[in-house]
T-cell receptor
Framework: GQSLEQPSEVTAVEGAIVQINCTYQTSGFYGLSWYQQHDGGAPTFLSYNALDGLEETGRFSSFLSRSDSYGYLLLQELQMKDSASYFCAVLTGANNLFFGTGTRLTVIP | DAGVIQSPRHEVTEMGQEVTLRCKPISGHNSLFWYRQTMMRGLELLIYFNNNVPIDDSGMPEDRFSAKMPNASFSTLKIQPSEPRDSAVYFC?????????FGPGTRLTVT
């Protein structure tokens, strides 16, 4: 079977840094993606890691360790608008994304 | 680019009726995906097309669901007959592999 584990909820203070972890166990692995979804909205692509290491895009960074079947999304300088659900997703085959259940991030003043 | 376009945005129908959801992918994207999102099951891939050809429909729940992509700029997802358990948000996305761009979704309610 396939499984992705990420925390269901995280709360952090505006201006702080938060890390959302994701561990996976899948039959195939090509890479790890992260998506953001605001309530009532659509998932929005944030990042995709195919290789080990850290990739930075503005305030957001994503990390992957294939040997540990682990990745994380790092959000810096948190803003209120970052309150949303964040999904990790494993690319298990060509064009085949398997999504986790999401982490609901609440940013408080 | 306008992004992925879906219609209708909301659909309320009675059990047994046929429902057709529509999607226009981002121009130039060769792959198109249909997803369903519910609280219970999360975000599930139903089917995806590559160059208008259905590649993997293993996520389609049952024969009541069908999808077509007659050309590179248009796809439909049809449910016939619809059932209350089909109530969900249906997303269309286009892109490649781990980088996919989602439309605004169609919120379907079957009563």
């Amino acid at each position: 079977g396939q499984s992705l584990e990420q925390p269901s909820e995280v709360t952090a203070v505006e201006g702080a840094i938060v890390q959302i972890n994701c561990t996976y166990q899948t039959s195939g692995f090509y890479g790890l993606s992260w998506y953001q979804q605001h309530d009532g909205g659509a998932p929005t692509f944030l990042s995709y890691n195919a290789l080990d290491g850290l990739e930075e895009t503005g305030r957001f960074s994503s990390f992957l360790s294939r040997s540990d079947s682990y990745g994380y999304l790092l959000l810096q300088e948190l803003q209120m608008k970052d309150s949303a659900s964040y999904f990790c997703a494993v690319l298990t085959g060509a064009n085949n994304l398997f999504f986790g259940t999401g982490t609901r991030l609440t940013v408080i003043p | 680019d306008a992004g992925v376009i879906q219609s209708p945005r909301h659909e309320v129908t009675e059990m047994g009726q046929e429902v057709t959801l529509r999607c226009k992918p981002i121009s130039g994207h060769n792959s198109l995906f249909w997803y369903r999102q519910t609280m219970m099951r999360g975000l599930e891939l139903l089917i995806y097309f590559n160059n208008n050809v259905p590649i993997d429909d293993s996520g389609m729940p049952e024969d009541r669901f069908s999808a077509k992509m007659p050309n590179a700029s248009f796809s439909t997802l049809k449910i016939q007959p619809s059932e209350p358990r089909d109530s969900a948000v249906y997303f269309c996305a286009s892109g490649t592999d781990g980088e996919q761009y989602f439309g605004p979704g169609t919120r379907l309610t079957v009563t």
